[in-house]
């Protein structure tokens, strides 16, 4: 992947058979099938919280499709699975649906889903995840920390609240809830609590609304917020794997190791309070002992295979160079873009450059968020219209990236920052704690120290 800021790519997918997913068309392909929908509280003017919703404080359903469209339809007196849920007051989101698991009896769809037409061959929907919400269903200001996303959306649209990956200290990261490459934000993006997390005024909101038939890519580790603003949405998307998830899946082990030690510690019997319904797997410390151990064995692999291709492409080209043994330090370093070290207008210049009337970039929102300006279900009458008749958000423009600070002074700097709110409060509690020890900076610093042990 060349693009290093969000972009929204028009008239890719015209010829997808999945263009033709829609809520009713998924209903008859998987016609009684049972899958998991996340209900969550609708927000309102006079109701709007500042404490995000977090998967672990909503509730959860197992219906058909067909039964999510008769409830959403808000008919009265409904009975069946969504009976305890008023459709006035919750929405409802199947997320995170692998393909692998909801067709696995009907293989010949992934077929539908063409991702090689973004220069990935041979990637279809095996390698997919399936979205299908109502109107205020969203998740959590989160980044992942794996890989970056394309994201096609089928029906309905979706507004997106992304922030770049240099002002990770303004929202707050936090790894509770846990759950595997997902870091969280403690702050309600769309209604802010600004007494609480003032530093949040300093992040850069890039705000876009994602229409039918468009595809948006999101680069690696950038935070998104995603809300559902028609009445039925449907979104499919891809994670791309990259060089970088190497040493991720490694800062991944050491994350969820110290999680699982600290909250189990604290309260043995209520995991359901700390550790998102996603995750399944068993948290022992004997298991995360493996996980650990096994991220470091791959990521060494993965390093001993990259010299020999790498070796073998030198001798090719006819290049006369002695190779050494594995510099770690070298494979430790931050792997940036080479843009950050260049002039301004270079930069700009060479930002312009892959654009055009088929790819559009996400930039920089001067607009308040929606929250301000009276409510997040209504429709963006400031949206622009594209090719097409599209609608997007308003786009503005990024003016830097830079590189994150290596020092260690300025990582506890940074991560003192987020608790300079709280410097009234005497009590620290677990998640205080873990909030500084499994910062991203920090088990990044760890991951590099426990890397460069082993290669001693």
Sequence with gaps: MSLHQPAIF????????ARHWTAKHLSEVLHGKQIRFRMGMKSTDTGRT???????TCGYVEATIEEFLAW?????????PFRDYDHSEFWAYADYKYFVRLFEDKTDIFQDVIWSDFGFPGRNGR?????IGSLGAHTPCHLDS????LVFQVQGRKRWHLFPPEDTRFLYPTRIPYEESSVFSKVSVVNPDLKRFPQFQKARRHVVTLSPGQVLFVPRHWWHYVECI???TVSINSWIELEEDHQARVEEAITRMLVCALKSAEDPHNTRAWLNPTEVEETSHEVNCRYLNGA???FFDHSRTSKVVETQELKTNGEDMKKNELNVHHLMEVEQTGSQNLPLETVKQEAAGPFGPDLLPVLPSSEKPPSERGG????DDKDCVGKGGEHFGKLHCTKRQRRMSKSENATVGQIASNHATAHCQTFISTDDVLDCVVNPQVTKIVAQLLIQGRSL
């Design 50 to 56: 500042t404490v995000p919703q977090f998967e672990t």
């Design 296 to 298: 470091i064995s791959a």
């Design 146 to 149: 794996y890989g970056c996303n």
């Design 72 to 80: 959403n339809c808000d008919h009265s007196g409904i009975s069946g």
């Design 10 to 17: 028009c008239n890719m997918v015209f010829d997808w058979p």
């Design 376 to 379: 997040i279900f209504e429709n």
């Design 127 to 131: 390698e997919s995840t399936l979205w």
């Design 230 to 232: 028609d009445p039925v």
